[in-house]
Every structure is written in C-alpha cells, then in structure tokens.
C-alpha cells in the first residue's frame, strides 16, 4: 500500500522469476568436514573456541542455490547500501550485519585494512624487513613451487588429511580456506592473497581479525548490484558467504525446515534465537524447496522480521555508516508495532517476463559474473551451487571485467547481424 510508504517490490506480486533459477556460488560447504579431519585436535579446539567455531559446524548443512534465488527474487528495493529485505509469506526479513554475525558467530567489528600488510611474493625477497623475511619463508612452506596457489590446490593437499605435512601447515592452509574459500570467495579459481599468508605469521591476529566484517561487505555489495536482468537468467553469481541469507531466513521462519510429524526440538516456542541458531546449526540443514514455497504460499507461519534486535547488534549496523531510507524506517516501525503483512501489502515490481523480453544481444565485455550466468545456460557451469570453475577477476566486493575477444590483423570475422551488433557495442 503505497500510503504506508513502504519499500517496493523489485518484481510485482506473482510476476516474480519462474523456473528452475539458481544462486551460483564459490564455497562448498563439504569442504569444512575436509578441514576438520586434516587438523590436529589441539588446532581443532583451538578453532572450535574462535570466531570460525559456528562454520566449522556447517560441514552437514546443503547450501540451496534455488531457495535463496525464491528469496532475492521477493527483494524489497532499498537505497540501504549494507542491508539486504526480502519477502516471506508477506512478511519483511531483514538481512544487516547483525543478522549475519548472529548466526554465523563471526567477528563483524571495524578492521584495519588488509591492503599493504605484506609485500607482494618476492618483494625484498632476501633483503626485506624481518616482517617481510617470515612472510616469505611462510610462503615458501606453504605453496613452494606454486606461484597462484588457489583454494582448489589447497584442497588437493588437504584432502590427504594428517599424512600432509606438519601440523601447522595444515593449520594455515586451512585458515586460508576458510577465508578464501568459504567467507569470501569472489571467483571460481580465488587466488590466495599475499596479505592473509602474511596475517599468518601470528595465528592468534589472524583468528581474531574481523572476517565476518569482509565476508558480509562482500556478499551485500555483490548481491545488491545485481538487477532483474540478473534474476531472469538461469543463474546468477553471488561473492562471499551466501549461506548465511539462508540461515537468517530459517532463523526468521522455522517452518521452513519443521517437519509436521511432530517431535521436532525447533517446535518449541520457549526456544530463544539464540537456542534456535543452535538447533538450525547442529542438524544436517537442507531445505525442501517445494515446501518452503507452499509454506510461503499458505501464509500461516510465523516469522521474525528481525532476527537480531539487542543493542550491539544496532550498533555494528550503525558503525557501516549506511544510508537513510524513509520507507525502510516506516517498515521497521511497522514491525515494531506488529503490523499485519500480508501478501497484498506491497506494491510496485516489474514483471519478469518482460524483463525477459528486454535483453538484447550479448555484449563483448561483461561482468565476471554475468560471464557466469552465459556460461551455465551453456552448460559449463555445474549445477546445485558448485564453483563455477571460470576465472575471473578478484578485485573484493566489485564484478571483474574480462576483456572481450579483440581479432589480429588478418583474422576473418563473420559478418552476421549479431556478431556486427556486438563488435558496435
């Protein structure tokens, strides 16, 4: 209703993306059970007793690539730079900071900048600082002979379990993978970065570095460039750790997940957010998209628009800075006051068979992730949210632009209408 001065809808009521569509990502969660086996149990309490301690639980959850595309494809459109709202059985969820750091656990805090903690690999090599000097014998120890190491590399190493090497090295390459492959992977191929070997010349530092804080920046700002353009298509990449907009939303409406047999410990309603986050995280999640969708459609469920609500929380969203947004606060005040959402409240949305019908002939230069979407109607792409395999670029938080085919003198270009409508573009 448009007196309420509500946010609008990105797509109209019932108009929304129809299909099998997808949320592409680039972190397997089966890779969590890999690392648990390759450390040793000191490293593993030490873990256990970190910020990383809530991940290293997700080893038995199944990240749904289609239940969050349903999700963001009912996105509400908010100048908020840093908060995410979808729609739920009519109902507003909210997905800010302090939403993500209640269910993950991660430290979300400010943070200095990683950017110029370490020389690029082999900078000063034998003549740097003393920082400088450990930062390259690290390296050395832990990709010696690899001069792009990737998370997928780590991986193969991993896979072995304690037969690999010393007990530290694990340690560290599984830092590394925790960062770089399940919190803020931004392509399919993730280089490691010089800057997080360097953090790991103190492992307390590095385990008490706020990556949640990087980690959602990574997932918003990627998620909120994203138009209807991108949700018509098959599938659509998303950087950083999209699972946690699934956990909010488990979180918001346990529904989703309870089984009508009875029995089930999240039934009941005595159950604090906190004891809620617990249960979601110990059980081995997957959620049933054709029951999410009639749960969504019956409209009887309950549902918490906002799942962190105590102080700190609204002050780790307040230190983002982020933007004022007057329906936005005319929505939370509504929320406060239980206002009665239903389906037909919201108003506004285009229809996503026109938008269908808009796209025009594919461009030379595209976005990393676009690139992703083409690929995967191609085929190339595997299915169920696995990494895309594709190279793109890693600047954090931003789409990385591949250059587009450029012919040599001499080479013989077909003058069809498309191939003509591309090279003018």
Request: glycine content about 8%.
């Amino acid at each position: 209703m448009d007196e309420l001065g509500l946010p609008s809808r990105m797509f109209a009521s019932s108009c929304e993306p129809s299909g099998r569509k997808r949320v592409n990502n680039y972190f397997h969660l089966r890779w969590i059970d890999i690392v648990r086996q390759a450390l040793e149990d000191e490293h593993l309490d030490l873990l256990n007793n970190s910020q990383f301690s809530r991940i290293l639980q997700m080893g038995g959850h199944t990240f749904s690539v289609m239940f969050l595309h349903y999700l963001l494809s009912r996105q509400l459109v908010t100048v908020k730079k840093f908060e995410l709202w979808w729609l739920y059985i009519g109902k507003p969820i909210r997905y800010a900071i302090q939403d993500f750091a209640l269910v993950t656990g991660l430290d979300c805090g400010e943070r200095s900048s990683l950017d110029g903690d370490a020389n690029e690999r082999g900078i000063g090599r034998g003549k740097g600082t003393p920082k400088a000097k450990t930062f390259v014998s690290i390296w050395d120890e832990l990709f010696r002979g690899e001069e792009k190491p990737t998370v997928a590399w780590i991986m193969d190493r991993l896979v072995r379990g304690k037969k690999y090497k010393d007990p530290l090295t694990r340690l560290r390459l599984a830092l590394l993978v925790l960062v770089e492959g399940i919190l803020c992977p931004t392509c399919g191929t993730t280089n490691i970065r010089p800057e997080l070997v360097s953090k790991l010349t103190n492992v307390d530092d590095f385990l008490k570095y706020p990556w949640g804080r990087e980690s959602f920046l990574l997932s918003v700002r990627s998620t909120k460039s994203r138009t209807p353009m991108n949700y018509v298509q098959e599938t659509m990449a998303i950087q950083g750790f999209s699972h946690a907009m699934v956990l909010v939303t488990i979180t918001a409406c346990l529904s989703i997940i309870i089984k009508n047999c009875g029995g089930d410990p999240l039934s009941d309603s005595a159950l604090s957010t906190v004891d809620i986050i617990t249960r979601v995280l110990e059980r081995k999640l997957a959620v049933n998209l054709v029951t999410a969708k009639s749960v969504n459609q019956l409209g009887q469920a309950y549902v918490q628009s906002l799942v962190c609500t105590d102080v700190d929380g609204d002050l780790l969203n307040q230190s983002l800075g982020d933007k004022a947004d007057a329906s936005v606060a005319n929505m939370v005040s509504l929320i406060e006051e239980d206002y009665p959402f239903e389906h037909n409240t919201w108003s506004g949305g285009v229809n996503a068979d026109d938008v269908k019908q808009k796209k025009g002939p594919p461009r030379t230069s595209e976005s990393s992730d676009d690139n992703v979407s083409s690929a995967a109607e191609k085929g190339n792409v595997p299915q169920g949210g696995g990494d895309s395999g594709m190279q793109s670029g890693d600047r954090r938080g931003q789409s990385s632009r591949q250059q587009g085919h450029e012919p040599h003198t001499g080479e013989n270009i077909p003058l069809d209408i498309p191939t003509l409508l591309r090279r003018a573009a």
